[in-house]
């Protein structure tokens, strides 16, 4: 049966959270396909070409990882994101990010991230601490209509990864893929995987890592 490893991830560097630390979860899973939280031109035709050829290592953690991964591997990279975060994401984070104890709840989150790495990012803890920090996001807002803007844009956004990964599974064998997505829509996700698997008829299995 074919099976899909969804991976939460953060998408720059912070201490235990390396490419050298995923690309062992990769060498681990052995995914014959990567579904990956990044638009089309952000993996672009000239930076494969200049880390083929010269190896110029990318910005963004994950692809750094698949490039190491794909001097061992071969595999298929899969971009599944139409369109990049919605405006109301920015407009949400300035206005979140002015507030003192968010800002500490933040520098918590990414402490335990670079002392723990993975293990924290995909475990229950990171689920309530993100959880947490969103009621509070709710609470500085003050029910503004830009947290219901924010929440049905997000929606859309995780709902448009998920509806690519399953049109490309309609299409396309495979043994093993991963899909790594940011920490922050891991409960989300998780909760969208079950309500796909029930709306679906492809026969194949979802594995959360760390569970």
Known sequence: ??????????????????ADELCE???KITPE???LEALEDTYSK???HTFSNYGVFHEKLEIRALQKYSRIHQFEYVPVLGKGLPNSFEEKSNLVCQNIHFQKMIDNFNSQARMQGFDFLNSEVSIKLN???RIYENSILMDNELIQT??????KYENSMLSNIYSFCMNTKFRNAVFMCGVAHRQSIIDKIETYKSKTNLDFNW???GH
């Open 150 to 155: 924010f929440n049905n844009d997000i929606d």
């Open 46 to 48: 000239y930076q494969q």
């Open 131 to 133: 959880e947490e920090m």
């Open 207 to 209: 594995e959360i890592y």
């Open 25 to 27: 979860i990769l060498e």
């Open 1 to 18: 049966m074919q099976s899909i490893t969804f991976i939460s991830t953060v998408h720059k560097q912070i201490g235990k959270c390396s």
């Open 33 to 35: 396909v990567v579904f």
